[in-house]
């Protein structure tokens, strides 16, 4: 079964630098997200990207972030100067946009700021 | 902005052993979903429902959208070790492309 897959599994980063994670979405999918989960709390959302532009973000999505899709097959997610609260499972999902076709989500990256 | 309360917020319950929980909101929403998690990954879809009052089963899982719009309980039925792990619901205000709005989450242990 097509699967979204997320890279690194694992990033160690040191406060004040960038990040980008990795995700790619299931190929026949439309509509992307990023999700974030801090350790022992619930999954909140961040973005959700369609048709190469941002069709809704959270308070949580200031201008630190930001996402792209450079390519056919990935969607990245950009984090500028991080800060030690950015420490958390960042999920990526995707849907194809199809009536009745919920969301399916990565195994995630687990974010580490020191 | 919306939220969803879970409850219970964890049960400990014996292999065997039926399991109920349920996820109630102020707000309406147009689809709910029930996600498994287990340590380390990422949310597994285990049902998705569409329309109020819909009762949907898989395997030994069973949900329903409450008639309100408000609610949604997941049960699980005859329990077995690898039910343990969160599960949380999420909803959807308008269509299946908006975001998931996720509930707080239930933490399932089974025991042998």
């Known amino acids: 079964e097509p699967e979204v897959t997320q890279t690194p599994s694992h990033q160690v980063t040191q406060m004040g630098q960038e990040v980008i994670l990795r995700c790619v979405p299931i190929?026949?999918?439309?509509?992307f997200y990023w999700y974030r989960q801090i350790l022992g709390q619930k999954v909140e959302f961040l973005v959700s990207?369609?048709?190469?532009?941002?069709?809704?973000k959270s308070e949580i999505f200031d201008d630190q972030f930001s996402v792209e899709r450079p390519d056919g097959s990935n969607f990245t997610l950009k984090i500028r100067s991080t800060k030690l609260e950015d420490s958390a499972m960042y999920f990526c999902?995707?849907?194809?946009?199809?009536?009745?076709?919920?969301?399916?989500f990565g195994d995630g990256t687990r974010l580490s700021i020191l | 902005g919306q939220q969803l309360n879970q409850s219970p917020q964890s049960m400990f319950i014996q292999e065997g052993e039926d399991v109920s929980m349920n996820c109630t909101s102020s707000?309406?929403?147009?689809?709910w979903l029930w996600y498994k998690q287990d340590p380390g990954e990422g949310p597994v879809l285990l049902i998705a429902?569409?329309?109020?009052?819909e009762l949907t089963s898989n395997g030994r899982l069973t949900a329903q959208f409450g008639i309100t719009r408000k609610d949604s309980f997941l049960n699980i039925s005859a329990s077995i070790p690898s039910d343990v792990g969160i599960y949380f619901c999420?909803?959807?205000?308008?269509?299946?492309?908006?975001?998931?709005?996720f509930g707080t989450g239930t933490r399932l242990q089974v025991f042998p």
């Open positions: 429902l569409y329309k109020a009052g």
């Open positions: 999902a995707s849907c194809p946009g199809e009536v009745l076709q919920p969301q399916h």
């Open positions: 190929s026949n999918h439309l509509y």
């Open positions: 990207f369609y048709n190469n532009e941002i069709s809704e």
């Open positions: 707000s309406i929403f147009n689809t």
């Open positions: 999420a909803g959807q205000t308008r269509y299946n492309t908006d975001k998931l709005i």
